[in-house]
């Protein structure tokens, strides 16, 4: 999901271009026309944000079956149904309207609601996951979110505890004038002693005696929210446009993972998180007119004298995202008791639509090959994302960026019609859509560290997208994706020589970062499944589902999955594709129609940009 693109995919896909106007002259004047256009569409692509392909405007072919009717009317998501005009508010910040100890005190919440009939056991499963009550009020005025929280949490561990770590994510400072401030911490109703590590974005909250293994807490806080409307980061926690992408809004528990806290750097490249799933009862009041949007399902709304307090329920949720804001319209799709709504602004509705068949068609698709999607809804919603990302996902949730409703920019090369097979696949806003889902299942549904790993999430979502295209769309169509999304920005890398996957975030560059994670990584599960059959391949991918599904699994755990679906040792694949820094174009599995057209061409005609010309070493 992240910002950096491939600045080197827009000279790829430039020469491209250029040398298709040659090949195909009755084409060609009208591609130069529109190479810049193009280019700075693919410039958004690669490195972090999540890319994207099926088609907005463009026919899909033969729709995926669906279990239940769907809403396509532009419907204003208002969010009560007696909503009328909202009463003007005070200039003063609202306070939550629960205390601390209220909050303590509260029955819990039936966070089941949250899931599908099917899925409600796996609750039983996990009984010691944190519990979140949050009791929050957003000011849009004042930019402000004030709030309370009381987090029951268990130790797990083997080990007692003497600390624990809530983490602050948007105190980091490419947030700009974001930041949480927290006061009034406590344990079990005690004031407790704090500190704060790693700029700000971890706080350390000291025990009055150490959490032994199976002991639970209640942990206490208020806290402010501060939102920025800079633009900083992806654009993930921003104001825009009157529309609030909340974000990592409250203070989250930090991970506790291989007898240590996870205190990762909070990276402007790649994901900006890791957390554990827990259950969330949220209560988020707004002013009447605002339609709020969570990673929840609303289970009840009172509407008070300014603002209507909406509540939520999530179970085993990685987080909980917020998008607020007016002007709002949705429309909606039931996929086999999932509602799938898309949330978008009253002139983006075409897109909206594509984006809601996307999602649609992807929870079918995936929950078949995958495993089942476990909630009752899914959220697309539209939002003024920015730093290269076209996309983020979150449990329940997942926002596109808004340029991408746009049909010119999501297809820029529709018009090529079939000049091309395939040229389908160039679609940035189902490629994106597709993604995003997909991470419903790798992230979500099956933890990983982001930060130290983040091909076991990324490489195997970009995967999913493409396979999403080749079979919604067709064949030649995941070709044309493969090619513009995964194998042209790896292609031009590796003409310099491969990378490691398995490497942390920081240890790539804007360019790398992509075009390892998001290319190499994808093309190497083709490769996979090339050797394993699809019979076994979608088998590993099925039981690695099963096995970590609200859990955080790591690369041991993946090779241990594999090797036990494949019946052999793997570990020369692994070490070959994901420890290793040695993979030639001979090892790639076959390419489109440009990687065809252009094998070899792509590494001797482009390079680096601080490659210098012979002579002025």
């Not at 790693?198 to 639970?216: C, E, F, M, W, Y």
């Not at 603002?307 to 987080?319: C, I, M």
């Not at 979150?394 to 079939?418: F, K, N």
């Not at 790639?588 to 070493?617: A, H, I, V």
């Amino acid at each position: 999901m992240q910002r950096r693109t491939i600045w080197i995919v827009v000279g790829a896909v430039a020469t491209v271009l250029l040398l298709m106007c040659v090949i195909v002259a009755s084409i060609g004047f009208y591609l130069v026309r529109q190479q810049q256009q193009v280019a700075d569409v693919f410039a958004t692509i690669s490195a972090g944000l999540e890319a994207t392909v099926e088609a907005q405007q463009v026919p899909m072919g033969t729709p995926l079956a669906t279990t239940g009717p769907s809403d396509l009317d532009d419907q204003p998501a208002t969010p009560a149904p007696d909503a009328t005009q909202a009463t003007p508010r005070s200039s003063a910040t609202p306070t939550a309207s629960v205390d601390l100890g209220e909050l303590g005190d509260a029955p819990d919440a039936d966070v089941a609601a949250s899931l599908v009939a099917s899925s409600r056991d796996t609750l039983n499963n996990h009984p010691d996951a944190s519990r979140y009550r949050i009791s929050a009020v957003l000011d849009p005025q004042g930019h402000t979110i004030s709030g309370a929280q009381a987090v029951r949490l268990t130790n797990t561990e083997d080990t007692a505890l003497s600390e624990i770590y809530f983490r602050l994510y948007v105190n980091a400072p490419h947030y700009n004038e974001g930041e949480i401030t927290v006061e009034d911490v406590q344990i079990d109703g005690a004031a407790a002693q704090t500190s704060l590590e790693v700029n700000d974005t971890a706080l350390k909250i000291a025990l009055p005696q150490p959490l032994q293994t199976g002991q639970s807490i209640e942990v206490g806080m208020r806290f402010t929210t501060t939102v920025p409307d800079s633009g900083g980061g992806y654009g993930i926690f921003n104001e825009s446009n009157g529309i609030f992408t909340l974000y990592n809004w409250h203070p989250e528990v930090a991970v506790y993972e291989k007898g240590g806290w996870l205190l990762n750097p909070v990276s402007d490249q790649g994901d900006p998180t890791n957390t554990d799933a827990a259950n969330y009862e949220v209560t988020f009041a707004a002013p009447h007119d605002v339609t709020v949007v969570t990673s929840g399902v609303n289970v009840e709304q009172e509407r008070q004298a300014d603002r209507t307090a909406h509540t939520f329920v999530a179970a085993l949720a990685r987080n909980f995202v917020v998008v607020a804001g007016e002007q709002l319209q949705s429309a909606s799709q039931d996929v086999g008791g999932v509602t799938i709504r898309s949330y978008f602004l009253p002139e983006s509705a075409q897109g909206g639509r594509a984006a809601l068949q996307t999602a649609a068609r992807s929870i079918e698709l995936f929950g078949k090959e995958f495993g089942p999607y476990p909630y009752k809804e899914l959220d697309v919603v539209e939002v003024e994302l920015g730093g290269g990302a076209a996309g983020m996902e979150s449990t329940g949730l997942i926002m596109i960026g808004s340029e991408y409703y746009d049909p010119e920019t999501a297809a820029p090369l529709a018009r090529l019609g079939g000049t091309l097979e395939g040229i389908e696949g160039a679609d940035i806003l189902a490629f994106t859509t597709a993604h995003e889902v997909a991470h419903q299942w790798w992230y979500g549904i099956v933890g990983s560290d982001a930060y130290k790993q983040p091909w076991l999430d990324e490489s195997l979502t970009n995967w999913s997208s493409a396979f999403y295209v080749d079979q919604a769309v067709g064949d030649d169509a995941g070709k044309i994706a493969r090619d513009l999304f995964i194998g042209v920005p790896y292609r031009v890398v590796l003409g310099e020589g491969d990378r490691r996957l398995d490497q942390p975030v920081e240890s790539f560059d804007d360019q790398e970062y992509g075009a390892i994670v998001y290319g190499k990584g994808a093309l190497m599960y083709d490769v996979l499944r090339q050797e394993l059959g699809d019979e076994k391949f979608f088998a590993f991918l099925r039981r690695y589902y099963q096995e970590q599904q609200f859990d955080r699994a790591d690369s041991d755990e993946w090779l241990q999955t594999l090797n036990q679906v494949a019946g052999q040792d793997m570990t020369a694949f692994y070490r070959k594709w994901v420890e290793g820094a040695a993979i030639q174009p001979s090892d790639l599995p076959p390419g489109g129609p440009l990687s065809e057209l252009f094998s070899g061409r792509l590494e001797n005609l482009l390079r680096r940009p601080n490659r210098r010309p012979p002579g002025n070493e």
